[in-house]
């Protein structure tokens, strides 16, 4: 089996879209545990709604936050760790350890960056009158939104449309998007 930790700091939707392509078989992968560092996160409720292992974060000092992720995540087997929707900075020791993916909602190198996630992006998109946006999923280093590029979709914007409207059309299409880009890691394509 193709085991996966998942990070997420917010609603989790886009984890549920991994928990609902598993479960329709899309996906033939398992999640061991969702990690958030936000008590509160809807994330955190999802994943136990599904009867996954959750792990909240106790540590706000990055360099204690990489050692207290690192002793948990070495009591799991892990194939790949997924940030979907997570605004901590990732440390060396996990960096090092584990193949670390990010998804991001806009077109890499545009848009990210510290700050820059969830509505800041779509707004900031769309008070540049940016014409195109879209998905980006890309390996994690030790910056913000800057590892390798795995992939991106470019969709238009158009001028009627709203941050909110954009946000709508690029979460849309991310979660295609990620899942795909997901099944290519389970069959060694990636
Ligand atoms: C996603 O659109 C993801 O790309 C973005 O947060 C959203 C999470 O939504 N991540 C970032 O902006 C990271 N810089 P969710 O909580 O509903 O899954």
């Known amino acids: ?10 609603n989790g939707s886009t984890l549920q879209s991994i928990i ?34 959750t792990y909240i ?3 706000k000092k990055f360099s204690q936050r990489d050692l207290e992720l690192s002793e948990v995540l070495s009591k799991y087997k892990i194939d790949l760790i997924v940030l979907a929707g997570y ?4 440390g060396p020791k996990l960096i090092e350890k584990y193949t670390i993916i990010n998804t991001h909602p806009s077109l ?6 510290k700050g820059m996630h969830g509505m800041h992006v779509h707004e900031a998109v769309f008070k540049a009158k940016e014409k195109f946006t879209g998905p ?3 390996f994690v280093n030790q910056e913000y939104d800057s590892g390798s590029v795995i992939s991106q979709t470019k969709i238009e ?9 954009i946000s709508d059309k ?8 990620l899942n795909q880009i997901l099944n290519k890691f389970v069959n060694h394509e990636i």
């Open 1 to 10: 089996m193709y085991n996966l930790v998942i990070f997420a700091s917010g």
């Open 20 to 53: 609902d392509n598993i479960s329709n078989h899309k996906l033939e992968a398992k999640i061991d545990l969702v990690i958030s560092d936000n008590k509160d996160a809807y994330a955190i409720e999802r994943a136990k709604k599904n009867n996954i292992d």
């Open 57 to 59: 974060i106790k540590n």
């Open 87 to 90: 605004l901590k900075k990732i």
């Open 108 to 113: 890499l190198p545009k848009f990210g960056g």
């Open 136 to 138: 980006t999923i890309h």
């Open 157 to 165: 914007v158009l001028p009627i449309d709203t941050a909110e409207d």
């Open 170 to 177: 690029v979460q849309a299409i991310e979660k295609i998007q």
